[in-house]
């Protein structure tokens, strides 16, 4: 199992190393910002790593919404970050599911999702898996409550998009992690990613502030035999900088052994 970090984009592989990481995932422009990503200098290391990368999309995109001024800028970012991240071998682009505005029928973000998966492919495509994350907060969410989520999935499942599964936003959005792994592979058939973060928030809270996988809310247990579960490469999302997210690191390596139970 490939377990790393978040880290700060100026040199991920430095990163990973004071990490002791076997991925990592950054952002290629500001997180908060409407500005393309611009070719990174360090394209060919990245591709040639034996560290696995990973990209987040912007938290600003919302192809969800039905504001135009948000949801257009919104497509083309990120098919923008997708080229990108397929020019430094990226294994994934990570994109928050989005949400429409409140009194919105939140079939209408569905069909937007559509849409903007249609608008990718007419333009050759993401070059790369495209995966969808669970988010922790908001009332009209695409992907914060499984319900909704399964309705998402009935619409744009045939374009093949990935799911990343995101632990803190799970418990703080109110879902339970217990047997959690099992009802989401049930909805959209695989977890292609998992962020590994514990919450500083109660359960259903729709708070999303993460905290080390030690402390926090979650029984540290019950984030292992997640990750167990799932079976797949794992992100921390978790504060410390690199003595805390390599210890956050450590501790799943440590506790991963094969036991009888899972979730």
């Avoid at 700060?8 to 393309?36: H, I, N």
């Avoid at 969808?132 to 909704?148: F, H, M, P, V, Y």
């Avoid at 708070?207 to 080390?212: F, L």
Wanted: charged share 25%; glycine share 10%; net charge negative.
């Amino acid at each position: 199992m490939r377990i790393g970090a978040h880290v700060d984009p100026t040199d991920p592989l430095a990163e990973a190393t004071a990490r002791t990481a076997d991925a990592v995932q950054f952002f290629l422009s500001d997180p908060q910002g409407w500005k393309a990503p611009q070719p990174r200098a360090d394209a060919d290391r990245l591709r040639a790593a034996e560290v696995d990368v990973y990209v987040h999309a912007p938290y600003i995109v919302n192809v969800a919404t039905g504001n135009n001024r948000i949801r257009i800028p919104s497509r083309k970012l990120l098919l923008a970050h997708a080229e990108a991240a397929t020019a430094i071998g990226a294994k994934g682009l990570v994109v928050h599911g989005g949400h429409v505005n409140a009194g919105a029928d939140p079939a209408s973000g569905i069909e937007n999702w559509r849409k903007a998966l249609a608008y990718a492919a007419d333009s050759g495509g993401f070059g790369l898996p495209v995966l969808i994350e669970n988010t922790a907060g908001g009332e009209n969410a695409c992907a914060r409550r499984l319900d909704a989520l399964a309705r998402l999935w009935d619409v744009i499942g045939e374009y093949e998009v990935g799911f990343c599964l995101d632990t803190c936003h799970a418990h703080a959005g109110g879902e339970e992690l217990l047997g959690l792994v099992d009802r989401v592979k049930a909805i959209t058939g695989r977890i292609d990613l998992v962020h590994a973060n514990n919450s500083k928030d109660a359960f259903d809270s729709g708070r999303d502030r993460h905290d080390n996988l030690r402390g926090g809310t979650i029984e540290p247990d019950l984030l292992v035999a997640v990750v167990r579960a799932a079976d797949a490469p794992v992100i921390v999302e978790t504060p410390g900088g690199a003595e805390g997210q390599c210890g956050d690191i450590a501790f799943l390596r440590g506790h991963l052994a094969p036991e009888t139970s899972a979730v």
